[in-house]
C-alpha cells in the first residue's frame, strides 16, 4: 500500500515539469507536431487530476497536437477530461479554443460536413471581431475543400475587413491565395503569398512561413515566373530548414530539381529521381500534393510520371477524398445548438 502512494507520487508532473512540457510541446507543433504528439502521449498518463488553469493550458496545447497528427484517440481522450463535470468552471471561457481545435480535426479528416456544423458553433463562441475572423477564417477552408470555392472566397474577404490581428491577417491572406490559386487567378495568388510570407518571416514563425513560402513558390512556378522563383527560393529555403518538417523539404526538392532542368538544362541522376519517387507517398498526403502531377508534366521524365500514377491510385489526390478518414469526435457539451450560426453562414 505504501509503495503504491509513493510511486504516485514520483510519477505525477511537478508544476515545474508541467510548465517546462508546455513550452516543448508550443514548440514542437510548429516545428514537428508528430513529436508533439508522442510527447503529449508520454506524460499523459502523469498529469495531475485536479484542474487547473496551468493544466488546462496543457491539455489545450495537447489537442492541437492531437489534431495536427489527425489521432483520433488523443484528440477524443482530451475533450473527454475537458468536458467532465469537474473541469467545467476551468473551460469556461475557453469553449471557443476546444471547439475551433475539433473543427480543425475533422476538416484534415475530411469530414466536412460535421466541420462545418462544428464552425458554427464555434461562431456562437466568438466574443470580437479578432475570434469572429478566426472561425470564419477556418470555414472558409472548409468550404475550399468541399467545393464551394464562392463562399469561402467571400467569407475570407469579410474576415479581411474584420481582422485586427496581424498574425489572423497574414492566414486569411494565405487560404485567399489558396481559393484564387484554385480559381487558376494566380497573379492574385502570389500577391496574397507574399504578403502572409512577409509576416511570418518576421515574426519568426519557421513553421507558417515555410508554409506561405511553398505556396508563393508553386505559385510562380504555375506562372512560369522564375525570376521571382530565384528572388524567394533562398529566403522559403532557410524558413523550410528552421522548421524541419520533412513534408516541406521534400516538396522543396521537386521545386529545385523542378527549376534546376528546365531552366538550367540539367538532367536528373538516377538517385535524384529515386528520391523524388521515395517523397511521392508523403506529398499526396498533404495539401501540396495535388501539384505533383503538374511537376512531373514539366520535368518530363517517364519514370517519375509512372511513379507518381502507380502512387495515385494507392493515395488519391487529397482533393478527390471524399469519404471521412478517421473518427469523428462529438462534441455534445458545447454544441448541442447552433441554430444562431448557422443562420449567420447561409448568409454566404
Not at 520533412?246 to 528546365?262: A, N
Not at 514539366?298 to 491510385?313: F, G
Request: net charge positive; with cysteine; aromatic share 10%.
Amino acid at each position: 500500500m505504501l509503495a503504491a502512494i509513493w510511486l504516485s507520487v514520483t510519477v505525477a508532473l511537478t508544476p515545474s515539469e508541467m510548465f517546462k512540457t508546455l513550452n516543448q510541446l508550443k514548440d514542437l507543433n510548429s516545428k514537428n507536431s508528430p513529436q508533439a504528439a508522442d510527447l503529449f502521449r508520454s506524460i499523459e498518463s502523469r498529469l495531475p487530476r485536479k484542474p487547473s488553469r496551468g493544466l488546462y493550458e496543457l491539455y489545450r496545447i495537447g489537442l492541437e497536437s492531437g489534431v495536427r497528427v489527425q489521432d483520433t484517440d488523443l484528440v477524443s481522450s482530451v475533450v473527454t477530461v475537458l468536458a467532465s463535470k469537474p473541469w467545467q468552471s476551468i473551460t469556461e471561457g475557453g469553449e471557443l479554443d476546444i471547439v475551433t481545435a475539433v473543427a480543425i480535426y475533422h476538416r484534415r479528416i475530411h469530414d466536412y460536413s460535421h466541420a462545418e456544423a462544428l464552425n458554427e458553433c464555434a461562431i456562437s463562441y466568438a466574443a470580437n471581431p479578432k475570434e469572429f475572423a478566426r472561425v470564419a477564417n477556418n470555414m472558409a477552408v472548409v468550404y475550399r475543400y468541399s467545393g464551394q470555392l464562392a463562399k469561402a472566397s467571400k467569407i475570407l474577404k469579410e474576415s479581411l475587413l474584420l481582422a485586427e490581428d496581424r498574425e489572423i491577417i497574414a492566414n486569411i491572406k494565405n487560404n485567399l491565395g489558396n481559393i484564387y490559386f484554385d480559381q487558376e487567378k494566380y497573379r492574385n495568388a502570389q500577391l496574397m503569398y507574399k504578403r502572409a510570407f512577409r509576416f511570418h518571416s518576421e515574426v519568426g514563425q519557421s513553421g507558417y512561413a515555410a508554409g506561405t513560402g511553398l505556396n508563393l513558390l508553386n505559385t510562380q512556378i504555375f506562372l512560369q515566373d522564375w525570376q521571382s522563383f530565384t528572388r524567394y527560393k533562398s529566403s522559403v529555403e532557410m524558413e523550410i530548414e528552421a522548421s524541419n518538417l520533412s513534408v516541406f523539404k521534400s516538396f522543396f526538392i521537386w521545386q529545385q530539381h523542378l527549376f534546376e532542368v528546365t531552366q538550367k538544362g540539367k538532367e536528373l541522376k538516377s538517385e535524384e529521381i529515386a528520391q523524388l519517387i521515395d517523397a511521392i507517398p508523403l506529398l499526396l498526403k498533404s495539401e501540396l500534393g495535388p501539384s505533383l502531377e503538374f511537376y512531373a508534366k514539366l520535368l518530363n521524365n517517364q519514370l517519375l510520371h509512372q511513379a507518381l500514377q502507380n502512387q495515385l491510385e494507392k493515395t488519391p489526390n487529397i482533393r478527390d477524398i471524399k469519404a471521412p478518414t478517421g473518427k469523428r469526435v462529438e462534441l455534445t457539451k458545447w454544441c448541442s445548438n447552433s441554430s444562431v450560426a448557422k443562420k449567420y453562414f447561409s448568409d454566404f
